[in-house]
């Protein structure tokens, strides 16, 4: 494509990152906003997924003063003025493979993962027996149902104490961004975890806990992806929860991590083949548990739609890499429009 092209931000959603995908669109419509090849159009989808009117202004407007949205499940007619998309929705119906759905019956290109990659990525179940398949290392895990629960609570702590011990992590099997996950210690702790989780998904995961730092390393490509810089995050929290995720100050980011160079091209071509093992495709972040005691890689999970907010990892990696946000944001439109 030639000339200005239409690019259409899409933001917001269901899912309860709403106000992180909300961030994210801020920091891109800032990028972009100055580029001369694109006039952006910024699309918001609100909590119950109706679509409002584009408005230049809705990046900024507080969420009351939004244009009133489209009856029903209207799409805007102006969507037929998009060139390509960037969809930044976090979450459930945002990075799971239904608004890329959506996306390919529109016909029209769009930033990141398809329908297939995204589906996978999302799932935490179907993601990891993607990666045993590869042959990639993880921890040691075990999914259950809440038919499986509700059956014999008993026999599954059991079970779970068995194969995993203590401490071990039970989260939903498809959400995102820390929402629902509980570290746990204890039986009592374990049954609380798991009515937690079962209450975002009908589907949860268990994991055996592990000590080690946890590693990410960004991936930018199709066909031929790059692997940026690795990156470290520490924090002072239990775990790496969805307040220290999102709060300034809460988590601190090292980049890049202080890493033998041998860990470092380990990691980056463990983070090309996990892209790879669910055909990954524009971007994603890769994250890892670095067990130093035995010097061991373990893949922990794949982002698929990571976010663009001020804290995120994902756009400071490519910048220790030399990428700039506005040249991320630019490569990525590239890659979208040259599949």
């Given at each position: 494509m030639s000339g200005v092209l239409t690019v259409g931000l899409l933001f917001g959603?269901?899912?309860d990152e709403h106000p992180v995908s909300i961030r994210s669109a801020r920091a891109i419509a800032a990028a972009l906003g100055n580029h001369p090849r694109y006039r952006l159009q910024p699309f918001y989808l609100d909590r119950q997924g109706f679509w409002h009117p584009p408005a230049p202004?809705?990046?900024?407007?507080a969420q009351d003063e939004m244009p009133p949205?489209?009856?029903g499940f209207?799409?805007?007619?102006?969507i037929q003025e998009v060139d390509v998309w960037f969809p930044v929705l976090h979450g459930p119906n945002?990075?799971?493979?239904?608004?890329?759905?959506?996306?390919?019956?529109?016909?029209?290109?769009?930033v990141g993962n398809g329908v297939l990659a995204s589906a996978v990525g999302m799932d935490k179940i179907l993601m990891k027996a993607c990666f045993a398949k590869a042959g990639l290392p993880q921890v040691k895990y075990q999914a259950l149902t809440a038919t499986d629960w509700a059956q014999d609570q008993e026999t599954w702590c059991e079970h779970l104490e068995l194969e995993l011990g203590y401490p071990c992590f039970v989260k939903p099997s498809n959400l995102g961004s820390s929402v629902g996950i509980a570290k746990v210690r204890t039986r009592s702790e374990l049954i609380a975890g798991l009515a937690q989780a079962l209450q975002y998904d009908r589907r949860v995961i268990v994991e055996e806990g592990v000590v080690a730092r946890e590693i990410e390393c960004a991936i930018l490509g199709n066909a031929a992806p790059e692997a940026s810089v690795v990156g470290e995050i520490t924090y002072q929290s239990d775990f790496y929860d969805y307040e220290t995720k999102y709060t300034a100050g809460k988590a601190q980011l090292q980049i890049p991590a202080d890493l033998p160079p041998t860990v470092v091209r380990a990691v980056q071509a463990a983070a090309k083949r996990?892209?790879?093992?669910?055909?990954?495709?524009?971007l994603a972040r890769v994250d890892f548990f670095y067990v130093e005691a035995s010097a061991t890689i373990l893949v922990n999970?794949?982002?698929t739609l990571p976010g663009f907010t001020a804290t995120s990892m994902y756009p400071k990696l490519w910048e220790a890499s030399g990428r700039s946000f506005p040249a991320l944001c630019d490569r990525l439109l590239e890659l979208a429009l040259n599949p």
């Open positions: 959603g269901r899912s202004s809705a990046l900024v407007l949205p489209l009856a209207q799409l805007p007619p102006q945002g990075e799971d493979g239904t608004v890329q759905g959506l996306l390919e019956l529109l016909q029209k290109p769009y996990t892209f790879a093992a669910i055909s990954g495709r524009g999970e794949i982002n």
